[in-house]
């Protein structure tokens, strides 16, 4: 599934499993690398969604004055 058709939960579950994962040390190099690929693209995809909700609500705020 693409990254930008999930939720904030659902990708930062999947980022969250992709850490344990990672931390448990049983994946090969390979799908390390590119578990911790994946990994940057849901990070990046999580904080543009916090992004755009804090802007959402800076604006729903600003429009209450």
Not at 9 to 35: C, F, I, N, R, T
Not at 41 to 48: F, P, T
Request: charged residues 30%; proline residues 2%; aromatic residues 6%.
């Amino acid at each position: 599934m693409e990254e930008n058709k999930l939720s904030f939960e659902e990708a930062y579950q999947q980022l969250q499993e992709l850490v344990k994962k990672m931390e448990s040390g049983q994946l090969p190099l390979a799908d390390s690398v590119a578990a911790y690929e994946k990994g940057m693209k849901l990070k990046a995809y999580c904080e543009q969604l916090l992004k755009e909700a804090e802007l959402k609500i800076e604006t729903l705020n600003s429009n209450k004055n």
